[in-house]
């Protein structure tokens, strides 16, 4: 069973920076494909960010330039760097991994970032 456990969260003043962490257990993280998510209240969960076993990117356009994802296969953990952060930044953020087949079903339980003054 894969468990995914995400932190770093926290209340950063805007244009801060924060970076998530998710951690995962398995023994063939570096075979999953990884995703963070954000989920705003009131509205649906939308993607932020990707990145394959392979190590290729994509973000959605509004992180761009200002958000970057990563890997480390020897600690198993996924990273969301945030810089320039902004109060429409807040969020939960979720990581999620595609371990086997074509679909994202595994899921941490969420990790809050709150960007105010």
């Known amino acids: 069973q894969v468990q995914l456990v995400e932190s770093g969260g926290g209340l950063v003043q805007p244009g801060g920076s924060l970076r998530l962490s998710c951690a995962a257990s398995g023994s063939i993280f570096s075979s999953y494909g990884m995703r963070w998510y954000r989920q705003a209240p009131g509205t649906q969960r939308e993607l932020v960010a990707g990145?394959?076993?392979?190590?290729?990117?994509t973000y959605t356009d509004f992180v761009k330039g200002r958000f970057t994802i990563s890997r480390d296969n020897a600690k198993n953990t996924a990273y969301l760097q945030m810089h320039s952060l902004k109060p429409e930044d807040t969020a939960v953020y979720y990581c999620a991994a595609k371990v086997t087949g074509p679909k994202y079903d595994r899921w941490g339980q969420g990790t809050q970032v709150t960007v105010s003054s």
């Open positions: 990145i394959t076993s392979g190590s290729k990117t």
